[in-house]
């Protein structure tokens, strides 16, 4: 596999809606510390801008219907993906345990050393 076929994908906990959020929006820590009132937060899309694994965000439902092999998955959580396979590499436990979005970027630079 060549590294740039791996790619790291944000999962949210709440499905997709009508222009690409839904009501649950508010309940998903992962969204909570990633977005504010107008979109994703600026400190945020700089740092998913400078990582070298291709990142994408995926809804709950986005996520199980592209990747249906996964058995147990966990929402919200940071799954390691290639074209035809996922596998969790940060938990929704981690996540939810964040008190702020610099722990959520501490966490993900840990976790990618």
């Known amino acids: 596999m060549k590294a740039n076929d791996e790619k790291l994908i944000f999962v949210y906990s709440s499905d997709s809606g009508i222009l690409g959020f839904s009501a649950s929006s508010h309940k998903c820590r992962l969204s909570a510390l990633t977005k ?12 998913i801008r400078n990582l ?20 147990t998955p966990e929402f919200p959580a940071v799954y390691r ?8 590499f940060i938990r929704s436990n981690d996540i939810n ?10 966490l993900v630079v840990e976790k990618l050393k």
């Open 52 to 71: 070298d694994k291709n990142p994408s965000f995926l809804h709950k439902n986005e996520f199980l219907k592209m990747y249906p092999s996964v058995k």
């Open 36 to 47: 504010g009132t107008f979109g994703m937060n600026s400190k945020w899309k700089n740092f």
């Open 81 to 88: 993906a290639t074209p035809f396979n996922a596998s969790l």
């Open 97 to 106: 345990q964040c008190a702020g979005l610099d722990d959520l970027i501490d």
